[in-house]
């Protein structure tokens, strides 16, 4: 199942950090919702991708 760890406005912030999810191989997907872009991960992946984000300081 696909859980949203990221939510932003700023589609340049969410290309950034997908590449940084990649880097380090977690699968990941992109999802618009109204005004909003919504990164997606596998219920598995949500602690290393939270790592990620943390350390991205986006």
Request: hydrophobic share 40%; glycine share 0%.
């Amino acid at each position: 199942m696909w859980t949203s760890v990221y939510m932003s406005k700023d589609k340049k912030d969410v290309s950034l950090l997908r590449k940084a999810l990649k880097d380090n191989s977690i699968i990941s997907m992109i999802r618009k919702r109204d005004d909003y872009f919504e990164i997606l991960v596998p219920s598995q992946e949500i602690a290393s991708a939270h790592s990620v984000i943390i350390d991205t300081e986006i």
